[in-house]
């Protein structure tokens, strides 16, 4: 569109006034911002969801959660390495987050990768997760958390994710920001090994992946 108005511009009124300049300049920033989100969407986002899933070596028979898991990136990516395993979506399904974003898009995404039958989708905020204590092996959310505004609320949700994984269960959280906060919340309720990856430039915004381990249950 810059770019067009550039050319037109230029067509009526010469070459060297400003509106050509400013045109063709937006245009070609607009162009290449076009560009990245591209890439990172269809290119980026993936590799880095493959990276994430290979260092959390599923065995196949795992109990994955996906929290804030949208049209199902990475609810789709684990449950295509499960076999006996069970792969759960959680949502609010907030538009405003991600488009066409709602549980009918990410379960005909899950049937597109024929893997529907290993998952399972629900309705629900992070905060308040609607799952007993301790019943994941694994538990992952990607560029969720951060669009719960509050720090309480969002170490809320922190609290949460500590409370429903098994106890030797694993985590990978990948967010754009406030994962150094995410650290002590996650030690305070009990995460080991909590450690902060990053940045991985998948959108112009870096992404940091946080990683961590429930602490096992003591032995006999
Ligand atoms: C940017 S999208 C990311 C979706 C997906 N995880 C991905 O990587 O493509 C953020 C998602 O978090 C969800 N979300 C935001 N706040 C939430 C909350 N409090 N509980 C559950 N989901 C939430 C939104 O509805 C949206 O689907």
Redesign the pocket.
Known sequence: MAISLAIASRAFLGPRQPWFLIGLGSGISMLLTAIIMLWGSKVG?ISLREGVLDRLSLRGDEVVL?????????LVGAARRLNTGRAFG?????TE??SG?SPQTTLENARAEEVASRVEIKT????QLPFETNTFDIIV?????H??YHPE?RAK?LRQIARVLKPGGRLAI?DIRHTAEYVGVLRAAGIEEVRRTGPNFVFFIPSFILWGKKQPLPGP
């Not at 996906?66 to 990475?74: E, K, V």
């Not at 629900?124 to 905060?127: I, M, N, Y």
Request: charged content about 30%.
């Open positions: 986002k996906d929290i804030g898991c949208g049209r199902g990136l990475f959680i949502d609010l399904w907030k987050d991600q974003n629900g905020d992070a905060r959310s990607s560029w969720a958390l669009n719960i609320e949700a990948i």
